[in-house]
């Protein structure tokens, strides 16, 4: 956690880095310009056991709340291989036709869109 901290709190390199920084925000609509600060501040309190807990719950192997997305893309000239390979998909899935009503559904965390100033 702390070489993660030392890196966020890089100064930027010159000048176009930190444009880029600010442009991001507002490109994104975000506008969160105290970002690196929030997330430090985030890390500063992150407990290893927190951290173990989550891994545990989440991300390893057979993890009681793991999820996963598999993502196939065809091409128009092979529609036959994507028919026989709806067939093979195992249940419970869920097929997204449409991807930006899909994205526009999920929740964002709070740091994104408009809450700006939401404490981490």
């Known amino acids: 956690v702390t070489a993660l901290i030392d890196m966020k ?3 930027h390199k010159n000048l176009s880095e930190e444009s880029w920084f600010y442009w991001g925000e507002i490109q994104d609509g975000t506008l ?20 173990i807990e989550f891994f545990d719950e989440y991300i ?9 997305m ?12 994507m028919a026989s390979d709806k067939d093979k ?9 449409d991807i930006v009503g899909f994205r526009k559904s999920q929740p964002l965390y709070g740091s994104l ?8």
């Open 113 to 120: 869109k408009g809450c700006s100033q939401m404490k981490l």
């Open 89 to 97: 998909v195992v249940s419970p899935f869920i097929e997204i036709e």
């Open 70 to 81: 598999s993502i196939c893309v065809y091409g128009s000239q092979h529609l036959k291989e």
């Open 32 to 51: 969160k310009f105290n970002r690196i600060e929030a997330e430090v501040a985030a890390l500063r309190e992150l407990k290893k056991e927190e951290l």
């Open 9 to 11: 709190l890089e100064k």
């Open 60 to 68: 390893k192997v057979d993890a009681p709340k793991k999820k996963s």
